[in-house]
Each structure stands twice: as structure tokens, then as C-alpha cells.
């Protein structure tokens, strides 16, 4: 399963490291750090489905890094981050990464209303209404993505495994994120 604590390494590097070494750039933010995934997981094959039911995998962007939102419209501090993802959603058709938000609502028609009442125009996201692709803790189901905390983003690399995950809200537009999503598209 994705996200196990086990496999889990915080993301700094070794001492002395080599700038070749597959570790990726340290990102924090004041609450949590980028939690690096080790040995990264298959994830491509998941299923994704948006507001208006069209499906989709995560292996429809192979070869892009992905960087995978889980939101809720009743998470405040999610209402905060995006605004962010959906300015980098915008920006990043010139990168190597896509951003592919997931809502926890329970039906398209609240998250939709969400993205509206934000003013988030052409924001693009997808829905997981039954917690088939992601869980909290007191979940009885294991999902491919456990949730320990809203909202949450995972990392999936270019070949279409998760490399790490952080949990709570992030300015993924900057420059520490940015060199984070670059590097598991080369990864």
C-alpha cells in the first residue's frame, strides 16, 4: 500500500551526498516535510474519476510527474492551497508535471459548487465519492492512498510510481516545490 510508514524516509539526503544521488531537493512548509517514499510504488493503473463521470487512470499521464490533491470542500485549509493548485494547474501545461486534484466530497455536485463559490475558473478536478483511491485512518478499506490529514498531496513520478507525499496545505508554486515536481518528472 502507498504511503506505508514503514517504507517512509524523511527527505533530506545523507551527509555528503553526491548531487547525482537519487534523493530529491528537500520541501517543507511551516507544519509538515516532504516524506519520501522508499521503494516507490506502482500507482498508474488507479482510476480517476471527474465532476462530470468521465474516467481516467493516473497512467494517462505517464511520463509527467503528478502531483495528486486530495481536497474536501469542508477542509479550511484547503480552501487556502487551491487557489494555489489552480494557478499552477494553469502553468504547468509549459512543465513536466501535471496537477491533478481529487475531491473527498461525497458527490460531484458539492465539489463543483466549491470550485464556484472559490471563483477557481477552468479549475480542473477529479472525485473519489466511495474512498476507493484514497482513506483516512479510521478507514476500514485499504485504499492506494491513506490520508493522514487534509488536505494531502502525494507525488507520483514520471514512470507512474509515488515517490512521497505531504500532508496539510503547501505553496506547491514555490520555487522548493517546483524543483520537487521537476525532479520526479526526470525520475
Avoid: N
Avoid at 43 to 63: K, N, S, V
Amino acid at each position: 500500500m502507498l504511503g506505508s510508514a514503514a517504507g517512509a524516509l524523511g527527505a533530506m539526503p545523507p551527509a555528503g551526498a553526491a548531487a547525482a544521488d537519487p534523493y530529491p531537493p528537500p520541501f517543507s512548509t511551516p507544519h509538515a516535510q516532504f516524506t519520501v517514499l522508499d521503494p516507490r510504488e506502482e500507482a498508474g493503473h488507479i482510476p480517476l474519476r471527474d465532476l462530470g463521470g468521465r474516467q481516467r487512470t493516473l497512467a494517462a499521464y505517464r511520463g509527467k510527474a503528478v502531483l495528486l490533491a486530495f481536497w474536501a470542500s469542508w477542509c479550511p485549509p484547503c480552501r487556502r492551497e487551491l487557489p494555489i493548485l489552480q494557478r499552477l494547474q494553469t502553468q504547468a501545461k509549459s512543465e513536466p508535471f501535471v496537477v491533478v486534484p481529487v475531491s473527498l466530497d461525497r458527490d460531484a455536485a458539492t465539489a463543483a459548487a466549491y470550485i464556484r463559490r472559490l471563483r477557481l475558473d477552468g479549475f480542473s478536478s477529479f472525485i473519489d465519492t466511495q474512498g476507493e483511491v484514497a482513506s483516512g485512518p479510521k478507514s476500514k478499506v485499504a485504499t492506494p492512498f491513506p490520508l493522514y490529514g487534509m488536505p494531502m498531496s502525494y507525488v507520483i513520478d514520471a514512470r507512474g510510481r509515488s515517490g512521497g507525499y505531504l500532508t496539510g496545505e503547501a505553496d506547491w508554486s514555490a520555487p522548493d516545490a517546483l524543483a520537487l515536481l521537476r525532479f520526479y518528472a526526470r525520475s
